[in-house]
Structures are given as C-alpha cells and as structure tokens.
C-alpha cells in the first residue's frame, strides 16, 4: 500500500509558475513508476507527466517545453515544475504510483490559472 499526498497547487495568473510536490509512504518508492495527471472542469483526467523508475520522463503534448517532472528517490517525493501557465492548464492535479498491476492515487490538489 502506498499513500500519496500532494501539495503545492493554489492560483496564479498566466504566465506563472507553480511546482507541485507527492510525497509518498513505503519504503520501495524508487521502484514506483510515478506520474501526474490531472482532470479539467468537464474534461476526462489526462496525463501530463511520467518518470519511470529509471529516470525516463514522457510528457503530454499540451505541455512539452512548460512543465518538468523529477524525483527524489531519497525524499519519496516526485515534483512537477510548471512554467508559462495557462488558463486551460487549470485543472485538479493528481499523483501517481504504478509498479506492475498496482497503482494508487492521491486526492489531488487545486492549480487554478488566471488569465
């Protein structure tokens, strides 16, 4: 079992940047696939970043070059820096852990962009 808490959302005008943070329990965090995603108002949850246990990242399309994804094997945390928002990036943003058929959710947090 392993429990995800994420922090770091809030609101900021277009433009701006927020970094968001998933802090992880267990002690086998390294071994996790991690990932954020996020879910709009009246839109299907969508994935915006992934780092595999090795280090590789994949990012979705609408955000490649603004948003960067990292971990810290260390601090069982995984981050994901967002740059040159936009109004449409406003979105609850949620956590993920994934190591074979497993995969858990945070209850994500709060990124609301003004324009």
């Known amino acids: 079992q392993v429990q995800l808490v994420e922090s770091g959302g809030g609101l900021v005008q277009a433009g701006g940047s927020l970094r968001l943070s998933c802090a992880a329990s267990g002690s086998i965090f390294s071994m996790y696939a991690m990932a954020w995603y996020r879910q709009g108002p009246g839109k299907q949850r969508e994935l915006v970043a992934a780092v595999t246990s090795g280090g590789r990242t994949n990012y979705g399309d609408s955000v490649k070059g603004r948003f960067g994804i990292s971990r810290d094997n260390a601090k069982n945390t995984v981050y994901l820096q967002m740059n040159s928002l936009k109004p449409e990036d406003t979105a609850v943003y949620y956590c993920?852990?994934?190591?074979?058929?497993?995969?858990?959710w945070g209850q994500g947090t709060q990124v609301t962009v003004s324009s």
């Open positions: 993920n852990a994934k190591l074979t058929t497993y995969s858990y």
